[in-house]
Nanobody
Framework: VQLQAYGGGLVQAGGSLRLSCAVSGRTFSTYGLAWFRQAPGKEREFVASITWSGGNTNYADSVKGRFTISRDKAKNTVYLQMNSLKPEDTAAYYC???????????WGQGTLVTVSS
C-alpha cells in the first residue's frame, strides 16, 4: 500500500483545512486508515481512524467535535476535515494504513499544518 498525503498549509486560528490521503497499491487488503500528527519536539500522536469497509471512526479526545475523518472508496482517498483549528494543532500530519488485526505498517509522507494565533 502506498499513501500520499497533501492539503496542509498555513491557516489562522479558528480556520479550517482539509487534508487528503491518496491510497494506492493493494487497497483490497487495507482494513484501517488513520491520521497521526507530530509537533516539533513531541512524539507522534494518534488523531483519528476509520475502517475502510464500514467507515467506523475513532478520534483523539483533543480533536473530537472539531475534526472529521472520512473516506471515498471510489477515489481511494481518505480525508481529514479540520475545523476550529488551534495553534496547538500545528504539526506534520501523516496518514497510515494497517491490514486486519495488525498495527499500522504503511505511512505516507507528512503534510505540514501551521495554525497561527
Amino acid at each position: 500500500v502506498q499513501l500520499q498525503a497533501y492539503g496542509g498549509g498555513l491557516v489562522q486560528a479558528g480556520g479550517s483545512l482539509r487534508l487528503s490521503c491518496a491510497v494506492s497499491g493493494r487497497t483490497f487488503s487495507t482494513y484501517g486508515l488513520a491520521w497521526f500528527r507530530q509537533a516539533p519536539g513531541k512524539e507522534r500522536e494518534f488523531v483519528a481512524s476509520i475502517t475502510w469497509s464500514g467507515g467506523n471512526t475513532n478520534y483523539a479526545d483533543s480533536v473530537k467535535g472539531r475534526f472529521t475523518i472520512s473516506r471515498d472508496k471510489a477515489k481511494n482517498t481518505v480525508y481529514l476535515q479540520m475545523n476550529s483549528l488551534k495553534p496547538e494543532d500545528t504539526a506534520a500530519y501523516y496518514c497510515a494504513s494497517r491490514p486486519p488485526g495488525r498495527d499500522y505498517d504503511a505511512w505516507g509522507q507528512g503534510t505540514l499544518v501551521t495554525v497561527s494565533s
